[in-house]
């Protein structure tokens, strides 16, 4: 059986404006501000003062996914320009060591498991990489952004070859925090 409607809803804090022009809403916060277009899917997005809408009419599975991911997503927009997000990564090395240096938009990762050639790994968006001596920290207002940037320096230090049980150098991701560093 199918139901007639699926919506769930969002209180929107005081100090955050909602802008929804179609399906592309815009968020407005203290850190920042955030654009994302749902044009793609087939739910409706209302506003009505600082509550926000999500639903679907006679939906699918599909549909009813669809409200729930989108209003997760709007969730992460909010939490973006209020707190920010962080995500701090480990170097860790026991052969030799990891050298990591910022370039412009790029983070290279140099002398991994003594290689000769640096490892490139491009900075996504408007995210701030901040180098520690044995840390580094990832931080914005982008979720997917930010969390996508440490994956892929956390792939980019991958050790490919060697038996990983003994060669467990690389970058590892060891603490997600909202807010950030």
């Given at each position: 059986m199918r139901l007639s409607e699926i919506s769930r809803t969002i209180q929107v804090p005081e100090d955050v404006t909602i802008k929804l022009q179609g399906k592309v809403v815009s968020v407005k916060g203290e850190k920042g501000s955030l654009i994302r277009d749902f044009s793609f899917a087939p739910i409706s997005i209302d506003t009505e003062g600082q509550t926000v809408r999500i639903s679907a009419k006679w939906p699918r599975k599909k549909e009813s996914a669809l409200v729930g991911t989108i209003y997760s997503h709007i969730q992460n927009m909010i939490t973006g320009v209020t707190?920010?997000?962080?995500?701090?990564?480990?170097?860790?090395?026991?052969?030799f060591p990891i050298n990591v240096k910022l370039e412009g938009k790029k983070v290279l990762i140099e002398n991994f498991t003594g290689e000769r050639k640096a490892r490139h790994v491009k900075i996504i968006g408007d995210v701030k990489v901040k180098l520690e001596t044995e840390d580094i920290i990832i931080s914005g207002i982008n979720l997917e952004e930010v969390s996508q940037t440490a994956a892929n320096i956390e792939q980019a230090s991958r050790v490919k070859g060697k038996d990983a049980?003994?060669?467990l150098d690389g970058l590892y991701?060891?603490?997600r925090n909202e807010g950030m560093a």
């Open positions: 707190k920010g997000y962080s995500y701090k990564l480990k170097i860790v090395f026991s052969h049980r003994i060669f991701v060891y603490e």
